[in-house]
């Protein structure tokens, strides 16, 4: 089983959502780089459960524990970063009809049938979100480093349920897109600071919590998606096929648990165009050949070019609801009736908002080392 990922940078997640700790270790950072831990914990403090009342009450500080990686200056010395998560607020007596009734739409029965019952099933396991902790530890860095380097990444939830937010002003790649892009990400930062749901629009933002609410009072729960755009990504970084943005950006998304599609650009939008109305047309700019418009999100073979890196990913409803459900019994070969207890996010998609910005920043950080711009070599 795999838990790795990245080729210049090299990324490890371990642990269960109810194991004593979880973590990470990062291999290829560039040494001599300081790292910023009070940074660091106010991102870490976006993805934490039981902030807020639109997430699980399931209550965690989220402080990563820098074991190794850097020096007595707080730079990274060349060496692995190990970073540890302390597990602490776990109620595992929840899990006990689990291990013989799977949840319908969770990994329960394809872990039984993967292990049987050697399986550890509190929590989810290391299938659960839990582990998108350690994720953004390794993000949160990956984001300070690309940072210095002029990159800025920002996500938002563009949809909950029926709940649409203004669209990042990405698609066109003119400078007045690219002014109104960066006063998009002004407005999501400073919302950040206020601990404000994650949307441009702050009236989509109250909708969708509505939205939220009425599927938690209802004992269900609501999907949603998310949009992630980086800005500042020379033309030229990443590699044709198998090493390219795309690819790498949707190899970590699709390890984040209920992502269930992702698309970049103009996504699926392209297959009701033609040629002539998709084709990012070029122009000199700065005596540079710039795309004027950008319905590739940011990438042409695989290699970036210049404009904004924009995906949007598609987030189920949380499995883990509070109605009853059919199942069966794997112990007795029966059918049974589940119905689930614990703490579990009505929605998810708010919470994976600085999970898509970890994943950007690890696959673009990760490309820029292993792949880097001709100019740049």
């Given amino acids: 089983m795999s838990s790795t990922f990245g080729t210049a940078l090299r990324v490890q997640i371990f642990g269960q959502s109810h194991s004593p700790a979880i973590g990470c270790v990062i291999e290829g950072l560039p040494s001599g780089f300081h790292l910023d831990l009070q940074e660091l914990q106010r991102f870490m403090d976006r993805r934490a459960p039981g902030r807020n009342a639109w997430s699980t009450p399931r209550k965690e500080a ?25 597990n602490t607020n776990v109620r595992s007596g929840d899990y006990d009809e689990m291990r013989r009734v799977p949840r319908p739409g969770h990994a329960d029965f394809a872990a039984w049938e993967k292990w049987r019952d050697v399986h550890d099933i509190r929590g989810g396991g290391h299938f659960s979100a839990r582990l998108t902790a350690p994720l953004c530890v390794a993000g949160g860095i990956a984001l300070q480093v690309l940072s210095q380097r002029g990159v800025r ?41 206020k601990g404000a749901f994650p949307t441009i629009d702050p009236v989509a933002g109250d909708r969708m919590k ?90 042409l073979g695989g290699i970036s070019s210049g404009a904004p890196v924009l995906f949007r ?7 883990s609801i509070g109605l009853a459900q059919d199942s069966v019994d794997l112990v007795s070969g029966k059918p049974a009736t589940l119905q689930v207890r614990g703490r579990h996010d009505p929605c998810v998609a708010a919470r994976a908002v600085p999970i898509a910005e970890a994943a950007m920043a690890l696959a673009l950080l990760d490309l820029w080392l292993a792949f880097p711009p001709a100019r740049s070599r």
């Fill in 210 to 299: 509505q939205a939220i609410e009425q599927a938690r009072q209802g004992r269900d729960s609501v999907g949603g998606a998310v949009e992630c755009v980086a800005t500042g990504l020379p033309a030229g970084v990443g590699g044709p096929r198998y090493d390219g943005i795309q690819g790498s950006v949707a190899r970590i998304v699709f390890g984040i648990p209920a992502v269930k599609g992702i698309e970049f650009g103009a996504g699926f939008a392209v297959a009701q165009m033609r040629g002539s109305q998709n084709n990012d047309a070029y122009e000199l700019r700065n005596n540079k050949p710039c795309p004027r418009t950008n319905n590739a999100g940011g990438s």
């Fill in 153 to 193: 990444i920002a996500a938002h939830v563009s949809q909950v349920e029926h709940v649409t937010d203004e669209p990042f002003c990405a698609l066109e790649n003119t400078q007045a897109s690219q002014q109104a892009l960066n006063r998009q990400i002004d407005v999501l930062r400073a919302g950040q600071d």
């Fill in 313 to 319: 990913m598609a987030v189920k409803p949380t499995p």
């Fill in 62 to 86: 989220d402080a990563p524990s820098i074991v190794s990686g850097l020096n007595e200056r707080g730079q990274t010395c060349g060496t692995p970063l190990a970073a540890i998560i302390q």
